[in-house]
Nanobody, 127 residues
Framework: HLVESGGGLVQPGGSLNLSCAAS????????VAWFRQAPGKEREGVSC????????YYTDSVKGRFTTSSDNAKNTVYLQMNGLQPEDTAVYYC??????????????????????WGQGLQVTVFS
């Protein structure tokens, strides 16, 4: 399963680094994505990293502020979030999928493409 950590409260302009650790399998041939869901809104894709090819994809609203990376030795994927704004407030989920042989579908990740999900963690940006 997937275990997320690193969420919390932060002021606008602040940073958080989310972690997603895999247990029971390795990320080597998985695409790993981050999604978020704000109250009353649908879950949206934030980023994806392909552990087989290293390619990354981001939704437009986070480009230049968020960076996803993978540490295969630790079997962990990260989402470094800088310049956080109140509109980034949401529950953040990591998700993994191996059917794509470790590559992300180009573009914003889609909920339907991922079969393994973490429990989610709250990120709140307040002033």
């Amino acid at each position: 399963h997937l275990v997320e950590s690193g969420g919390g409260l932060v002021q606008p302009g602040g940073s958080l680094n989310l972690s997603c650790a895999a247990s029971g399998f390795t990320f080597d041939y998985y695409a790993v994505a981050w999604f978020r869901q704000a109250p009353g809104k649908e879950r949206e894709g934030v980023s994806c990293i392909g552990n087989s090819d290293g390619h990354t994809y981001y939704t437009d609203s986070v480009k230049g502020r968020f960076t996803t990376s993978s540490d295969n030795a630790k079997n962990t994927v990260y989402l470094q979030m800088n310049g956080l704004q109140p509109e980034d407030t949401a529950v953040y989920y990591c998700a993994a999928e191996g059917l794509g042989l470790g590559a992300c579908r180009p573009g914003v990740p889609d909920v339907g493409d991922f079969s393994r999900w973490g429990q989610g963690l709250q990120v709140t940006v307040f002033s």
